[in-house]
């Protein structure tokens, strides 16, 4: 068994802090024992959970069992008050990523079984374990930082300034100062406004496939196949994003009453209906222009 | 001749007593951090000499214990009060306190600082949440700005730290921030990382069992 | 050297090193001069203790010939150039300045324009540092000056804008400033305004308990 008592990262003994997160928790009967105390804790995504859950008992880690990671995963996102959709959308991703392992593991593979299916399994596997990688990494860059402000917080910088002697001869600093200047530079320290909840796509930016496209491809099919479900419309993405991406583009057809979504229970399958009859199909990719650009 | 000495040859050892000195004044009045070129302009003297007198008028008041020390912070040289005696600052300092960051500004932060220029969508992206509440009041506090456009399609703002992060941290410039790769999960984890998320021997293949990717 | 001490006994030489690095670290952080009582009260020493070490660093400064000088200037202890290096000050102020605000000057300035009269505390918080030399060079430069005292607890300062800085903006009053518009402060901000006017505490007065701010 692995223990992880050392962790590679805080290897500057000055600027560590303790690592509380890794140091070996009490001793744990066994893995299979895990109860589930309700933390209270809020987690800043669905990464910061999913480490927490696999983190928190380090020592055992090789003894984890995935399902029961999954089970964990599953009651904190009840637990959850998810009102933003975006990161509702993150949590059920991964939540879907891990209770397809965890099916896969449960389930003896079929004869059906479907090779692309497979593949793409590993695929998402993959990709939520380099993202936990990553996210591992920068919290606990984020813990040195922190440790590294703690100590420059010990010092405190000269700012007297200069001597009323060379007032005189000092340049004039409100040279070029206007009023407009002065409103913007207030505007922008005070003006924090809250974010209005929105349907934000900035985590889609980076791919091809974009919402408007994925818009323009619902409305032509949606209205002559009438009911289907999101598994059938997302058939053949290989990439996670761009399940994303289609999922987002329904979820704005159901704000805009274009389509009704029906789902049995949490975690069951979507059904996607085209409420709007063909001749609308052209206005729904009109007022969606906000995702441009 | 004098020019022509000052220029050609080393600096005699006044002309190098004299602008030891001029440092000391100039950096003393300063209210920022005071860039080597400057003093070097001021001085006349060769970029590299001012940094030598720097750094031997530094480990010279660490040699002899003072109190305040000369350090080169945020891209210039700046005096500030000793850690050590930080407790009777402290005392003496008014409030002052800067706020805590939370976690997820911290780890944010984190992200802009190790992969500026980075937009909004690639911050959100790599911690898998919204970041623009956090990235607002990483703005506000002056720790991270816009620093330039992606030249692609829609142009997306991309945010990179200031210079009053480099201060916060006492850095003099980001490359002294610790280096990522110190932080990269060891191998132990991420082999235990793997087998916590193993998908099940695949039905067909045998040449899975050496390679991780597909 | 053999001064009569108060009842305690002279403090030991360990004490006095102490003592002198914690005046060196203070006066050099502090934007006015320091009173010899204050250095007294925060390293716990006598004021003779405390003048004592002060003439023996500015002795010891002026020996070793630094570039600055530690001097009792207007009832405290200050920093400042040498006046032998005041032609290499006078360049740097000309030349090696950058002639405009900068960012962290520009946006408290802006601060107390739209939101005089303020105290250097609420400042501070709505900026989220500690705004103490950045206001000093405003008011240094005449564009920032004492407008009034909190009638609350603690009497803080409260500042506001000069007719010489409304001169210079070409403004008739404050009133002409431009609109903010529909701009809304953040509730952060709200906080701050309204926090502090509570919050600062006169400095040395012990019976601000009785006045628990809600």
Known sequence: MMSFVEQGPLTKPVLSKPALETEPAAPVAGASEVTYKVQTET???????????????????????LSEIVDAYLV????????????????????????????????????EFDLDAELGLWEERDLLLARLLECKTFKDAAKTLDGMMDIAALVVPRRAGLEDRFLDISPDLLAGMTGVKLRRAFLRIASAKPALPSVSLLHVTDIKASVADALEELTSSLPTSGRVSFRALTHGLTDKLEVVVRFLAVLELYKQGYVDIEQPGVFGELTVEWMAGELYADEALDGADLYEG | MDEEFATVGPPSLETLALASRAVEAIVMVSTDPVPDVVLAQVTELPVLTIRAICEELAAGYEDQNRGFELK??????????????????????REGQVARLSGAALETLAIIAYKQPISRA????????????????????????????????GQAILFGTTTMFLERLGLASTKDLPPLGEFVPSAAMVEALEDTLRVEEPPLSEDRSSDGNT
């Not at chain 2, 080169?72 to 300092?93: D, K, M, N, P, T």
């Open chain 1, 76 to 111: 904190e996102i009840e637990q959850m008050d998810l009102c933003d959709l975006e990161t509702a959308t993150e949590f059920l991703l991964i939540a879907a990523t891990l209770v397809e392992l965890k099916v896969r593991r449960l389930m003896p593979v079929d004869d």
């Open chain 2, 122 to 153: 690639q911050a959100s992206a790599i911690r898998g949440v919204n970041v623009d509440g956090v990235l607002r009041t990483l703005e506000q506090r002056g720790y991270v700005e816009e620093v330039a456009r992606d030249p692609g399609p």
């Open chain 2, 72 to 93: 080169e912070i945020a891209g210039g040289w700046r005096y500030q009060s000793h850690g050590e005696l930080a407790e009777y600052v402290e005392r003496y300092v």
């Open chain 1, 43 to 65: 987690f800043e995504g669905p990464f910061d959970l999913l480490l927490h859950l696999i983190l928190r008992e380090e020592v055992e880690l090789y003894e984890i069992n």
